[in-house]
């Protein structure tokens, strides 16, 4: 299954990689987390991923 959805969505950001306005990045990058922390206005973020307000609170400092 994991294997499955790395394809998935390597599959994804090959299928919008010269789009203007969406862009799907498969990989840590400190700076730009801080960066879309920064320019959001609203973050969607699955609770079984972040079930324990994390980004919430990395958002709060960020901010700050």
Not at 5 to 19: C, D, K, S, T, Y
Not at 50 to 60: D, I, W
């Amino acid at each position: 299954l994991k294997f499955y959805l790395v394809e998935e969505f390597e599959g994804i950001a090959h299928q919008f990689q010269n789009h203007d306005d969406i862009r799907l990045i498969l990989k840590y990058d400190e700076s730009l987390s801080h960066s879309i922390y920064a320019a959001s206005d609203m973050l969607i973020i699955p609770s079984i991923f972040e079930p324990c307000g994390l980004t919430q609170v990395k958002s709060a400092l960020i901010l700050e």
